[in-house]
Every structure is written in structure tokens, then in C-alpha cells.
């Protein structure tokens, strides 16, 4: 069974930083891309920064040079670094990786539960 298990969000002041992680865990053969999300209520979900397989990384306008993701594929984990966050980060943050478990031949989205992450002014 493959889970994807965010950790790090919390509230914070606006300026302020906060660093989110997502384990995948389980029989993994393979992941390709690893993707950060977020969502507000009565919106849909937003892709907010995406990491490959060979590191190649893309953001949203709205979040560039301000977050960077990484990820270290021995942990299989993705990081995600928001720096002088801003009230309108405020959102469910999620994650999401592309893989292939062991024992099947089939790529498949899975997603993490979510972590809360709050900016005050």
C-alpha cells in the first residue's frame, strides 16, 4: 500500500517562512514527477510547483522566486520551501507523485491528506 504523508504546515506571519514535507512510503518501484498543490475553499485545486524525476522544477506565477521545491529520491520525499509567504498562500497544501508500485506495470497519481498552512497580516 503506497501513502504520501505531508508534514510542516502551520501558521506563520506574513514574511515569514515554512518549510512543507511529503514521504511516499510502501513497495515502490519507481516515481516520476512529484508535484505540490494547494487549495482554498470554494476554488479548485491549484498545481503549485512541480519537480521530475531528472529535477527539472516549474511554479506558478504566483509563487516564483519565493518557494522552491527539491526532492531527494533515496527518501523518496518532496520539500517544498515558502519564503516570504504571503496571506493569499493561505491554503490546504497537497502533494502528489506519479509513480509505479512494485508489482504493477501502471503509473497512477496518489495523493497526500493535506497540511494546513496559514499566513497572518
Known amino acids: 500500500q503506497v501513502q504520501l504523508v505531508e508534514s510542516g504546515g502551520g501558521l506563520v506571519q506574513a514574511g515569514g517562512s515554512l518549510r512543507l514535507s511529503c514521504a511516499a512510503s510502501g513497495s515502490i518501484f519507481s516515481i516520476n514527477a512529484m508535484d505540490w498543490y494547494r487549495q482554498v475553499p470554494g476554488k479548485s485545486r491549484e498545481l503549485v510547483a512541480r519537480?521530475?524525476?531528472?529535477?527539472?522544477?516549474n511554479y506558478a506565477d504566483s509563487v516564483k522566486g519565493r518557494f522552491t521545491i527539491t526532492r531527494d529520491n533515496a527518501k523518496n520525499t518532496v520539500y517544498l520551501q515558502m519564503n516570504s509567504l504571503k496571506p493569499e498562500d493561505t491554503a490546504v497544501y497537497y502533494c502528489?507523485?506519479?509513480?509505479?508500485?512494485?508489482?504493477?506495470?501502471?503509473?497512477?497519481?496518489?495523493w497526500g491528506q493535506g497540511t494546513q498552512v496559514t499566513v497572518s497580516s
Open positions: 519537480i521530475t524525476s531528472g529535477g527539472g522544477t
Open positions: 502528489s507523485a506519479n509513480l509505479q508500485p512494485r508489482g504493477s506495470f501502471l503509473r497512477k497519481d496518489y
